[in-house]
């Protein structure tokens, strides 16, 4: 969602500014805008509609602002459509602002600054929150900003700059994330570090309420009563390589190239003597054995991970498994508490419902472990228990690797747990984890062979809508192959439970249906193809994904995606890379944006 780029140094500021936000362009956006003090001290804006492409072409057009100070803006729209003056910076007269976040008593604050004579010109709650800013104004910057926060509700980061202080830029967060980059004789402020690491590696995590000084003598930061606080300065381990492209079309085709990767990095620091070892993470096997039930709790992919996650461990620990959409489960009242665990999987770690869906979960007295990406993110900071997957940063916004380090870890938990509450002795367990251990490899040698998703990718650019099916591990996978499809296509697509299809969703198909089937599981086997088959008589296309074994009879499938043998229990990490290939090159195909799909951030960090 919305990115924030600030900066102070002896660079062109514009410059700075530009590069940084396209470096969060990942996030999703439709318009963009900065605001720098130019070499008369003098604030001078520019904003626009759409992509950045389009605010440097209005600069272009009418002037590039040049100065060494400043902040920048992309917005995805929340309250009032995209537009020109909708966007970002907001001005409230003295004090010039930009926010990702939501002020959720905007309204009200609004109603009291319009009863005292203040005009508004955008639909914008950001604009309220300038105005009331340069209201609250007393010529104290910081005194402004900690007296401002304490009115505003909901989730903010906010970058600020007053026109009588110039070239000083002033930021505050709660909930939102937001880092203070430190370079030499320069300083930043940034949503998210790829938009800094350009310049430096080096940046504090700036915490609640915390406010942030930057100068051109570096950057101060204050609790919210003013007092100066010293922090401890973390340094990225990511560099920019990390965060280009290396030579791919598109970041997505990159990032499923990166998977084998990604699982190495994360499954074997976490792995002693053949046996899962979480320790590093504070789990134990004796915290693993007191848990009477677990939660998983997340959004979209993620939760589509826990679905794997449940299955699994459900399979070899015995212990029941509730997976639960984050936006569900904050507000069903859930009955969770004392001796249950929720875990909580979430690729940046600042999705909103997620982080609320953990704090709900710690107040009713359950204990909480994260499976969070990004490192030093919300969640990952606020949850009793944490196991980073180190997939490095993903930039496109259909996660991919995100998801594969996440079942990765799903299964080394899975066997643990097993493992801790007797339910497979140490044999199976090394068993298990050493067939785990196979996959990096295994898929870099599916990666070989992309021709034959390229095939089937082809034959559904024309298709209007279509249904994956599945049963049991195969079920959980399918619907990570349908958001995958529709995300980024916007093709039409459902998973259904394959033995589900005939109690209503059956009547849906049609002559040249597609309807992709994945049957990796022994046990579901021959019950998945007589699903097919069903299908198949009324007319459907289907697209199969099985082990290169089986041969389909003639009457099963039109296309076949073959996969190695493998354990059942871990196909799925196989299974789901033709899907993600699919999805790729369908939205190839159609000449859609990969990498920035219409209408999603990669960051959900409003509800
Ligand atoms: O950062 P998170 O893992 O918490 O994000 C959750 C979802 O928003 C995310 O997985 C989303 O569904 C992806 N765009 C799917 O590709």
Redesign the pocket.
């Known amino acids: 969602m919305c990115g924030i780029v600030g900066y102070v140094g002896n660079r062109d500021c514009t410059d700075v500014l530009i590069n940084g936000l396209s470096k969060l362009e990942y996030r999703g956006y439709d318009s963009a805008g900065i605001a720098v003090f130019d070499n008369n001290q003098k604030i001078r804006v520019a904003k626009s509609k759409g992509r950045l492409q389009n605010l440097i072409d209005r600069m272009n057009q009418d002037g590039k602002p040049i100065g060494n100070a400043g902040i920048g803006h992309t917005r995805w729209a929340t309250h009032g459509e995209p537009s020109d003056v909708n966007s970002h910076p907001h001005s409230g007269g003295r004090v010039t602002i930009v926010h990702n976040g939501i002020i959720e008593n905007y309204k009200q604050i609004k109603d009291y600054l319009s009863d005292k004579g203040v005009s508004f010109a955008s639909d914008t709650d950001t604009e309220v929150a300038a105005k009331l800013l340069d209201y609250n104004y007393n010529g104290s910057p910081i005194e402004t900003i900690s007296e401002t926060i304490r009115d505003l509700e909901g989730s903010y980061a906010l970058g600020v700059i007053f026109a009588d202080h110039p070239n000083v830029v002033y930021a505050v967060r709660k909930e939102s994330p937001l880092i203070v980059g430190v370079g030499k004789d320069e300083s930043f402020i940034a949503s998210d570090v790829p938009a800094v690491l350009d310049y430096t590696k080096n940046y504090y995590l700036l915490d609640h309420e915390e406010i942030a000084v930057l100068d051109k003598t570096g950057v101060k930061i204050f609790d919210s009563f003013g007092r100066k606080i010293e922090k401890e300065l973390k340094t990225a381990d990511w560099d920019v390589e990390a965060i280009g492209k290396g030579g791919y079309e598109h970041f997505m085709l990159k990032e499923i190239h990166e998977q084998p990767t990604a699982i190495r990095n994360t499954i074997m620091p976490r792995i002693k003597d053949g046996l899962p070892n979480l320790e590093e993470c504070g789990i134990t096997p004796e915290t693993l054995k007191k848990f009477r039930q677990i939660f998983i709790v997340?959004?979209?992919?993620?939760m589509h991970a826990g679905m794997v996650g449940k299955y699994v461990t459900e399979k070899l620990a015995r212990v029941p498994v509730v997976v639960d959409i984050a936006s569900e489960f904050r507000y069903r009242d859930p009955i969770v508490g004392e001796g249950d665990l929720v875990i909580i999987?979430?690729?940046?770690?600042?999705?909103a419902d997620?982080k609320a869906a953990m704090h709900l979960a710690k107040k009713k007295g359950a204990k909480t472990l994260a499976i969070v990406n990004a490192m030093g993110s919300s969640i990952a900071r606020e949850a009793d228990m944490l196991i980073y997957t180190h997939a490095g940063p993903e930039i496109a916004?259909?996660?991919t690797k995100?998801y594969m380090v996440q079942i990765a870890v799903m299964y080394l938990f899975a066997f643990e747990m097993a493992l801790a509450v007797g339910a497979i002795d140490e044999t199976e367990c090394k068993r298990l984890v050493s067939t785990l251990m196979e996959t990096p490899d295994m898929i870099e040698k599916l990666l070989e062979h992309k021709e034959t998703t390229q095939y089937i990718a082809s034959s559904l650019i024309t298709a209007d809508s279509l249904l994956y099916i599945g049963r049991g591990l195969d079920y959980a996978l399918s619907m990570e192959g349908s958001?995958?499809l529709k995300?980024i296509s916007y093709i039409h697509s459902e998973s259904y439970a394959a033995g589900e299809l005939k109690h209503g969703t059956i009547s849906l198909i049609h002559d040249g249906m597609p309807v992709i089937a994945v049957a990796t599981q022994s046990d579901l086997f021959e019950k998945t193809i007589s699903n097919i088959q069903e299908v198949k008589s009324r007319g459907a296309k289907v697209i199969l994904v099985c082990r290169d074994s089986y041969q389909p009879e003639p009457n099963t499938a039109d296309m076949k995606f073959g996969l190695p043998d493998l354990d059942d229990l871990l196909m799925p990490m196989l299974a789901v890379v033709p899907l993600q290939l699919i999805a790729y090159y369908t939205s190839v195909h159609k000449g859609n944006d990969v990498d920035k799909p219409r209408n999603?951030a990669?960051?959900?960090t409003v509800e």
């Open positions: 997340a959004c979209g992919t993620a999987i979430s690729q940046s770690g600042e999705t997620s916004v259909a996660s995100a958001l995958k995300e999603l990669k960051s959900v």
